[in-house]
Each structure stands twice: as structure tokens, then as C-alpha cells.
């Protein structure tokens, strides 16, 4: 038998029409009948999920809606994870195949100390590299495109899943690990990739490091950039802005957890991101009093996974703020996260009473003209209060006798935006660190015994 052609039509703007257009109440038969097999095999093969849903007192079969599903099934947490693998090592209690069909291992890249093990089978890499392939597809990538991974390989998930993601739509892969940044652009010069991969912020630093080096990364012939790992060009529009003046190409992001699933594909308007209601199901909760949170309002993405069979994650809280809509501008009726994260439930600082998430002050400064997407906020602490330092980069056209007077302006936006004054502090163009994976943004110079755990910023 020969092999077929690629089928898909290359001028549709879907991946798959037919799921990415159902009707909400279709979506949720779905969801509530790829709920109950998730909970049955979990229950089936774990004891911890045994454990767990007897506590509660509700088995598999008890769920017959959406409602019930939120209501009786209690919620995980990534420490839960990380303690039973600590516990009995590698996967703990949660693994639920047998670990010869364990496929790929992968780590999260956490600062908390412990990483969180996720152990893959080979159904659950296709399942991931099918949401990427649709997160490139809605950007308008093809298969004729050629694909440059500036990183090195090691146990980070988001770019793996990336990799099986270029498989899956059946365009090149060129891996560019082993390198320096001017290796990377000169390897870009040489091979003429047309997508480059990497974290949003590195991508403005390769462009920094290829202008020091006298070439017009406009002109390398790019066509698209993508990211994940970090807020991005649909969560920061002065990001997009940047990223895309500096490659001459569209930006692309995806939302993902490494142990849960490349879940939320960049929507075309670039606007947010769409979870991939084939792949999970997600709903909104108030961190506060635990109810749903409907339609159009802030709450904590919770989610359950179809796509990782090997180590289940159920009602798992993501601790990520997001404002879910029911309707997009594209036309499709997958869940529409506008802004893609908005703030963290656990990344935040009490200011003078007010919380203050650094997500919004983020969002804040990627609206300052004059700013560059550079940041990083220090936290100090000051006779018992905790007092935070923005110090922030502005784009090299500044001259610096204005620094003043942006660090004045951007003081007063924070304070319009947030009701809190924060210290706004602006340093040379290129001073504040650059990172390959993920930038770290606060700087915690509190003593240790009131720190947050400070992890996936
Ligand atoms: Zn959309």
C-alpha cells in the first residue's frame, strides 16, 4: 500500500472543523462522556485516585453531569504530585499504565526545588503534538515550513511536545541546541528556517544579538515565531509588537502545562488563546469562596486531561487566572481565554492591603511607550511591610536624560491601574539578565520565612 497524500485542505483556516466549531451542548456531551472514562481509569489503576474519590464518598459512575463532576470530585494540586513521587520514587502512586509502555520522561521546571516527574506513553505524545500541530495550523503555518528550535534539549516538556507537534503536521525540523546565540543566528542565516521556536523573551535577545552582529533578523525570511513557557506575543501586545518588527513574522503563542497538555492554541486574532476541548476540560473557580465563576469573569482554570493517560490530573488546579469566554471572534467554540493568563493565585503581594499580581503589573508596562518588554520587580521588605521595585529597560531610542521622566510616567500608570505605588526604577538598554528558558521576573530579597513559593512565573 502506498502512502496517502496529506488530505487536509491547505487553505482552511481550521485544523478540524468539525470539533473546533461544535456547539457548546455537543461540546459538553463530549466532555461529560470523556470525564467518566478519565475518572474510571484513574480510579481503576491508581490508588491514589481510589483513595481519594472513596474519601469523597463518589465513585466514577456516580457523575452523570458537568455539575456533578465540579461539585463531588475534589480538586488536586501540583505539591500533592511531587510529594507521592517523593515518597515512592520515580512516579509515585499516581502512574497509572504499566511503565513499560512509559514512553518519554519529562520534568517541570519549577524553582520550588522539586521537580514534578511526568511520565508519557506514546498515545499521550501524539495526543500533545496534535495540539500543536493545530495551534501552527491556525497561525497559518504549513508542512513546507521549516522549523528552528533555538534551545537546548533537556527534560523541559514544552519544547518535546513542540517537536512531536512539527511531526504531526509533517514540516521540517532543524534542532539548533549546543550553541551560543550568535551560533543560532548564524545557523538561521545559513539553513533559512521559516518558524523559530523559543520563549518569547529569547526571541527579542537573539534579535539584540543579531543586530550587535550587523544582521537585519528582519530580513533572515522568517515567516512566523512561536512560543510557550512564558506570557507572550497574544498575552503582552507590546511584546507581539516587538517580537514581530524584530523577525519580520507573526507570533504565535501556546498556553500549556507540561503535566496536564499543550491545552490552549494562540487564537488567530492573536488576541488569547482557545483551550482544546478535545484534549481537556477546564472551568472557572473563585480562589476565594470555591464556587464556578460563570462566563466573562476572572477565575482560577481548573482542568482535567484526556491526554495523559499515564499520570492522570483531574480537577487539577493550575493556579492561573483567566477570563473565559464562551465566544470569539473567529467563530470557533472552544473556550476563549482573552489576555491567555491574567494573573497567578499564588504570585501575588500585599501592598499596603492591595493585592498586587505581577501579571498586571506586567500588562501595565507592556503598554508604557518607551518601555521594552525587559523587566524585573524586586521585593524587598521594610520595617515589616513589603515594599516592590519595578526596574524596568526602555527600548534603546530613549535617551537617557528622559529616564526620569518615563520611570515618572510609568510610576503613575501603575498607580491609575492598581491604586498602589510602586518605585519604578529604569536601567541601560541590555543590563537586566536574559534568559534561554524561563526569565525570571521577581527578584525576592525578602527574608526567607515570608517568602511565597515562587515558581512558573
Ligand atoms: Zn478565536
Known amino acids: ?23 457548546r451542548r455537543q461540546l459538553d456531551e463530549l466532555h ?25 464518598g463518589v465513585l466514577p459512575g456516580d457523575i452523570r453531569s458537568l455539575q456533578d463532576f465540579k461539585r463531588k470530585v475534589p480538586l488536586m494540586d501540583k505539591d500533592e504530585f511531587i510529594m507521592l513521587q517523593e515518597e515512592r520514587p520515580i512516579y509515585g502512586e499516581t502512574l497509572a499504565v504499566d511503565p513499560d509502555f512509559i514512553a518519554q520522561h519529562c520534568e517541570t521546571s519549577g524553582t520550588t526545588g522539586i521537580p514534578l516527574r ?13 495540539a500543536w500541530a493545530c495551534a501552527f495550523w491556525w497561525l497559518g503555518v504549513r508542512p513546507k515550513d521549516r522549523f528552528y528550535f533555538a534551545f537546548n534539549w533537556g527534560p523541559f ?75 507572550g506575543p497574544c498575552a503582552i501586545p507590546a511584546m507581539r509588537r516587538q ?30 488563546v482557545h483551550v ?37 490530573l483531574i480537577n487539577y488546579r493550575t493556579h492561573d487566572l483567566v477570563e ?60 515589616g511591610m513589603d515594599r516592590i521595585c519595578v526596574r524596568a529597560e526602555p527600548v534603546p531610542q530613549v535617551p537617557a536624560d528622559q529616564y526620569d521622566q518615563l520611570a515618572h510616567t510609568a510610576a503613575g500608570r501603575i498607580h491609575e491601574a492598581i491604586k498602589v505605588r510602586l518605585e519604578v526604577e529604569l536601567v541601560a538598554p541590555g543590563t537586566l539578565p536574559r534568559y534561554e528558558l524561563k526569565t525570571r521576573r521577581i527578584i525576592d530579597q525578602r527574608p526567607k520565612e515570608v517568602r511565597r513559593v515562587l515558581d512558573r512565573v
Open 1 to 23: 500500500m502506498s502512502m496517502r497524500p496529506f488530505l487536509r485542505n491547505q487553505d482552511s483556516p481550521y485544523w478540524n472543523r468539525y470539533y473546533e466549531t461544535m456547539p
Open 32 to 56: 461529560l462522556h470523556r470525564i467518566r472514562a478519565v475518572l474510571q481509569h484513574a480510579y481503576d489503576h491508581t490508588s491514589f485516585y481510589r483513595r481519594k474519590l472513596d474519601e469523597a
Open 118 to 130: 511526568i511520565p508519557y506513553t506514546g498515545y499521550d505524545t501524539e495526543r500533545y503534538g496534535e
Open 157 to 231: 516538556a514544552g519544547f518535546w511536545s513542540c517537536y512531536w507537534g512539527v511531526r504531526r503536521l509533517g514540516a521540517t525540523v532543524i534542532p539548533g541546541g549546543g550553541q551560543n546565540s550568535e551560533g543560532h543566528i548564524r545557523m538561521i542565516q545559513r539553513l533559512k528556517p521559516t518558524v523559530l521556536i523559543c520563549t518569547p523573551t529569547y526571541a527579542l535577545h537573539l534579535a539584540e544579538v543579531g543586530r550587535a552582529m550587523g544582521v537585519d533578523t528582519a530580513s533572515l525570511g522568517l515567516r512566523f515565531t512561536f512560543h510557550a513557557g512564558e506570557p
Open 243 to 272: 517580537i514581530e518588527e524584530a523577525w519580520g513574522a507573526r507570533s504565535g503563542e501556546l498556553l500549556g502545562l507540561a503535566e496536564v497538555h499543550a491545552f490552549a492554541p494562540s487564537c488567530p486574532t492573536q488576541e488569547g
Open 276 to 312: 482544546d476541548e478535545t484534549g481537556c476540560f477546564t472551568w472557572s473557580r473563585d480562589p476565594e469562596t470555591g464556587d464556578e465563576v460563570p462566563p466573562d469573569k476572572i477565575g482560577e482554570n481548573i482542568i482535567t486531561t484526556y491526554v495523559n493517560n499515564a499520570q492522570p
Open 324 to 383: 473565559r469566554h464562551n465566544e470569539c471572534a473567529c467563530g470557533r467554540t472552544w473556550a476563549f481565554l482573552k489576555g491567555v493568563v491574567l494573573g497567578r493565585t499564588d504570585f501575588m503581594v500585599t501592598i499596603r492591603g492591595t493585592n498586587v499580581y505581577q501579571s498586571a503589573v506586567e500588562n501595565i508596562i507592556g503598554h508604557i511607550e518607551g518601555l521594552s518588554t525587559h523587566y524585573e520587580l524586586v521585593l524587598t521588605r521594610v520595617s
